[in-house]
């Protein structure tokens, strides 16, 4: 069973930053690609980012490119989202995931494991 918890969630205003982590156990993190997605109240869930098994290869969704950066420790265990310029349509519970594969995904149906999620909130 491979267990990953999120933190770093917060409130921020507007233009400011966070920084979330996840941290995985459970299964050879080196392995696997992982990726944050997001979820808004009425909405559907949305990729916000994904880093390959490596940490060489990354991508980002349209309305977060050029403002976040996700980035992996292997020997820790642990991934990051970085986000700067943080606007109120940020708001959202950003969810940490494992994908099945090494290779990135930004598609949600392709990770079996995802955290319980950590409420960012962005005031005007």
């Known amino acids: 069973q491979v267990h990953l918890i999120e933190s770093g969630g917060g409130l921020v205003q507007a233009g400011g930053s966070l920084r979330l982590s996840c941290a995985a156990s459970?299964?050879?993190?080196?392995?696997?690609?992982m990726g944050w997605f997001r979820r808004t109240p009425g909405k559907e869930r949305e990729f916000v980012a994904t880093i390959s098994y490596s940490g060489t290869v990354t991508y980002y969704g349209d309305s977060v490119k050029g403002r976040f950066t996700i980035s992996r420790d292997n020997a820790k265990n642990t991934v990051y989202l970085q986000m700067n310029s943080l606007k109120p349509e940020d708001t959202a519970v950003y969810y940490c995931a494992s994908c099945r594969y090494g290779r990135t995904s930004y598609s949600d149906g392709e990770y079996d494991y995802w955290g319980q999620g950590t409420q960012v909130t962005v005031s005007p």
């Open positions: 459970g299964r050879t993190f080196s392995r696997y690609a």
